[in-house]
């Protein structure tokens, strides 16, 4: 749940606190999440405090010096507000976060934001958070240099759960502490991603979500997915999301407990036979918005019975039996479906004569429609049974007319 509450936060404007100074932020209360929190609540001249139902306090902070930084600590130090939900502070300039920075207060969301090119995180001091210890369940840093970063100090966070990396330089996470209570980290567009830490640190992670890495080879992406298999049998969530992959990860596979795996906004145009074998039970498979145009028969193997297998925006022209009839056939038992909605099919040929005519009962799972924009259940079976059986019928015309030339050159 809390997951969910973080992505709708980033979604619908945690950022849109990117203000330069307090006195700007109280001239600009449209870019407030919530209300201004009472008079009474100075979190000033380095932050300013929204209030939520419920006694819910987000508190959003800048620092460009370390002078300003101790002053954001003294101010929470002062505060009578002791839990907030989340506490945002951004640095404009290299810096390290000390002991005890938000005195005895906590907070469930924490997040770091350096702003300007190349601002590095400096060390977090391992007691940094040590009031919140049992109370900070997810843990955000956006756009720093985290080059040889050392996640140490995220050990004194015993019920952390999630982790968001946004816009970093990442080399390597191989500094990871024992975390026991993780159970979700994202990374979206990180820099120079080439090595994962040892799965072993998160042994109970069940969501991974890598989104839009920069310049992280096939091969790169691969060696990382291996490494992951520490997770055969726990992973639940995997997203390899714009990744620039050109074919699916072998390994991925292997894993036996995958419900959802996301493909999407790769550069994938071919799934061979067996690529999409898994070895789980899939509620989704996304492999959508990529220049897919050929799946192979045999591609989909497994148990796809209540599967949601998107494929929209692709470059699918044809929808062949060979490819599709025992996926739907397993799909029409349970809840799964197919949606290529935004392919430009063909539709004015007969390879769809199988689905339109011989078994449109299996039309309830697809949802498609023709490049011309006419939806698969509306083609009239009829019509489409007619238009083909003449096509048929000249097919065969034209191949006995081929086959008496044949015999004729031949006796001459």
């Not at 714009?242 to 292997?254: C, H, K, S």
């Amino acid at each position: 749940m809390l997951g969910l509450i973080i992505g709708l936060l980033i979604l619908i404007g945690v950022e849109s606190h990117e203000i330069a100074s307090h006195q700007m932020a109280r001239v600009l209360p449209e870019e407030r999440l919530g209300s201004a929190c009472p008079v009474e609540l100075n979190y000033g001249p380095q932050c300013i405090c929204d209030f939520w139902s419920y006694e819910t306090y987000n508190i959003y902070c800048n620092a460009s010096s370390p002078a300003e930084l101790d002053t954001i600590q003294q101010t929470f130090d002062q505060t009578p507000i002791v839990g907030h939900y989340e506490v945002k502070i951004s640095l404009t300039a290299p810096m390290s976060i000390p002991a005890n920075m938000f005195s005895s207060k906590t907070a469930a969301f924490i997040t770091f934001e350096c702003r300007g090119d190349g601002v590095k995180l400096g060390t977090i001091d391992p007691q940094a958070f040590i009031a919140s210890a049992g109370k900070t369940s997810a843990f955000q840093i956006m756009s720093c240099d985290l080059t040889e970063f050392d996640f140490a100090f995220l050990a004194q966070l015993r019920v952390l759960e999630t982790i968001r990396i946004a816009d970093c330089t990442l080399t390597t996470m191989a500094r990871m502490p024992l975390m026991p209570h993780m159970r979700m980290i994202e990374l979206y567009s990180p820099t120079g991603l080439r090595e994962w830490y040892d799965p072993a640190q998160t042994p109970f992670l069940d969501t991974i979500i890598i989104n839009a890495a920069k310049d992280t080879d096939q091969d790169t992406m691969e060696t990382i997915v291996d490494t992951l298999l520490y997770y055969t049998n726990s992973l639940l969530r995997l997203y390899l999301v714009n990744l620039g992959l050109t074919r699916i990860p072998p390994t991925t596979r292997n894993f036996t407990s995958l419900n959802t795996i996301d493909f999407s906004e790769n550069q994938i145009s071919t799934l061979p036979s067996g690529s999409l074998a898994f070895t789980s039970t899939l509620n989704s498979l996304w492999l959508g918005y990529m220049p897919l145009q050929n799946i192979e028969p045999d591609a989909f193997q497994g148990n796809y019975r209540a599967a949601l297998v998107y494929m929209v925006f692709g470059k699918l022209t044809t929808f062949p039996r060979e490819t599709y009839e025992l996926l739907l056939e397993q799909m029409i038992y349970a809840s799964g479906s197919i949606d290529i909605y935004g392919n430009p099919i063909v539709c004015d040929d007969c390879h769809l004569g199988w689905l339109i005519n011989e078994k449109r009962y299996l039309l309830t799972r697809v949802s498609g429609t023709c490049a011309n924009g006419t939806s698969f259940d509306q083609l009239d079976s009829q019509a489409y049974d007619t238009r083909c059986q003449k096509s048929i019928g000249l097919f065969t015309k034209a191949s006995s007319l081929l086959v008496i030339l044949v015999l004729f050159l031949h006796l001459l």
